[in-house]
């Protein structure tokens, strides 16, 4: 009967353990960082101390986050359409961490591809 209890309390520790490390950020920079990372990320968890939380990620670059800034890029197209179809507005980059899908309006996408001001304007260069 004690014994089933301490291999209980062996699990149960074991995976509290396994749950800090992934969930809570740690307070230090680990000794090898790149396999610490690639680790994180293969894993699906937050990456570590120092990278954008889910809510930035969410507020920034986020569905809604391009839906804000949306009106600037596309006047024409009504709110409700917008609203149901993020692709005529925004360019899908990727996920991040816990499978946020990461969102940039036309705008931004065209800056950071290098293409000039010129072009966006509608002028030809």
Same mark, same amino acid.
């Given at each position: 009967?004690?014994?089933?209890?301490?291999?209980?309390?062996?699990?149960?520790?074991?995976?509290?353990?396994?749950?800090? !490390?992934?969930?809570?950020?740690?307070?230090? %920079?680990?000794?090898?960082?790149?396999?610490?990372?690639?680790? $994180?990320?293969?894993? /699906?968890?937050?990456?570590?101390?120092?990278?954008?939380?889910?809510?930035?990620? !969410? %507020?920034? /670059?986020?569905?809604?986050?391009?839906?804000? /800034?949306?009106?600037?890029?596309? /006047?024409?197209?009504?709110? !409700?359409?917008?609203?149901?179809?993020?692709?005529?507005?925004?360019?899908?980059?990727?996920?991040?961490?816990?499978?946020?899908?990461?969102?940039?309006?036309?705008?931004?996408? %065209? %800056? $950071?591809?290098?293409?000039?001001?010129?072009?966006?304007?509608?002028?030809?260069?």
């Amino acid at each position: 009967m004690i014994i089933k209890y301490a291999i209980g309390l062996a699990v149960l520790l074991a995976v509290a353990a396994f749950m800090s !490390w992934a969930f809570l950020p740690a307070r230090y %920079l680990p000794s090898n960082r790149a396999r610490y990372l690639r680790l $994180r990320l293969h894993l /699906r968890l937050h990456p570590g101390k120092g990278f954008a939380t889910v809510f930035s990620l !969410w %507020l920034y /670059r986020g569905r809604l986050a391009a839906l804000r /800034r949306s009106r600037r890029i596309r /006047r024409s197209l009504p709110l !409700w359409l917008r609203l149901l179809n993020p692709h005529v507005h925004s360019v899908f980059l990727g996920r991040a961490h816990y499978r946020h899908r990461l969102r940039v309006p036309l705008e931004e996408h %065209l %800056l $950071r591809t290098g293409i000039t001001a010129g072009v966006m304007a509608g002028k030809s260069v």
